[in-house]
C-alpha cells in the first residue's frame, strides 16, 4: 500500500490549502483514513479522519475550519484546510488505518508527509 501526499505549500494567515492523498495498493481491511500533523519539536497529533461510512472527526483546534472527504473513484483523501492560522504550520500527513471496534489499530500506512506553512 502506498499513501502519495500532495498540496502543502506557504500560505499566508486567513488563507486556505487542499491537501490530497492518493491510496493505491491492495488495502485489505482499512476502514479509516485520516490526516495528522507534526509541528518540529512536537508529538505527531490528529487532524482529522473519515471513516468507510463517511463519518468524520475533528479535534477542537481545527473543527469548522478543516474538512475531510474522500472520492471512492479516485481512491483520494482531501484536507480542505480555510481560515489557516500560523500554529497549523506543521508536516502533514495521511494515514489509512484498519481499526477493530474499540478504535484500535490493527494496522496502519503513513504517507510521505506535505510542509504546510503559513506565515506572513
Do not use: H
Not at 491537501?19 to 500533523?37: A, K, P
Not at 463517511?54 to 478543516?66: A, E, I, L, M
Not at 479516485?74 to 471496534?101: F, G, I
Request: aromatic share 8%; charged share 20%.
Amino acid at each position: 500500500v502506498q499513501l502519495q501526499a500532495s498540496g502543502g505549500g506557504l500560505v499566508r494567515p486567513g488563507g486556505s490549502l487542499r491537501l490530497s492523498c492518493v491510496v493505491s495498493g491492495s488495502i485489505g481491511t482499512v476502514n479509516v483514513l485520516g490526516w495528522y500533523r507534526q509541528a518540529p519539536g512536537k508529538q505527531r497529533d490528529l487532524v482529522a479522519t473519515i471513516t468507510i461510512g463517511d463519518v468524520t472527526k475533528y479535534p477542537d483546534s481545527v473543527k469548522g475550519r478543516f474538512t475531510i472527504s474522500r472520492d471512492r473513484a479516485k481512491n483520494t483523501v482531501y484536507l480542505q484546510m480555510n481560515s489557516l492560522k500560523p500554529e497549523d504550520t506543521a508536516v502533514y500527513y495521511c494515514n489509512a488505518a484498519s481499526r477493530n471496534s474499540g478504535g484500535g489499530v490493527r494496522y496502519e500506512y503513513w504517507g510521505q508527509g506535505t510542509q504546510v506553512t503559513v506565515s506572513s
